[in-house]
Nanobody
Framework: QVQLVESGGGLVQPGGSLRLSCAASGSIFSVASMNWYRQAPGKQRELVADISTEGITEYADSVKGRFTISRDFDKNTISLQMKNLKPEDTAVYYC??????????????WGQGTQVTVSS
């Protein structure tokens, strides 16, 4: 079975930095796009950063210049380096990936989420 696991969340003061990681594991044939989403209480889940199989990246306007998504194709992992964090960045961050297993059919997988709290 394919699984996505996020890590790296925590409590940080405004202006601080945090690095999130997401690892895909299991019987993986191919990993297409991988994304970072976040959801704050009372808000819809929003796309934060995306990286395609070709390494093309896209960011939400609210995080451009502060967040950086990267991908390790050998390890099937993505990271989200977050800098100059703001209270409005507080949310549960989720990893999402389009992955095919032994069936060669692509499915969407979600991680369990990791809490990021920016507060002083």
């Amino acid at each position: 079975q394919v699984q996505l696991v996020e890590s790296g969340g925590g409590l940080v003061q405004p202006g601080g930095s945090l690095r999130l990681s997401c690892a895909a594991s299991g019987s993986i044939f191919s990993v297409a796009s991988m994304n970072w989403y976040r959801q704050a209480p009372g808000k819809q889940r929003e796309l934060v950063a995306d990286i395609s199989t070709e390494g093309i990246t896209e960011y939400a306007d609210s995080v451009k210049g502060r967040f950086t998504i990267s991908r390790d194709f050998d390890k099937n992992t993505i990271s989200l380096q977050m800098k100059n964090l703001k209270p409005e960045d507080t949310a549960v961050y989720y990893c999402k990936a389009l992955i095919s297993g032994t069936s060669r059919i692509y499915y969407t997988y979600w991680g369990q989420g990791t809490q990021v709290t920016v507060s002083s």
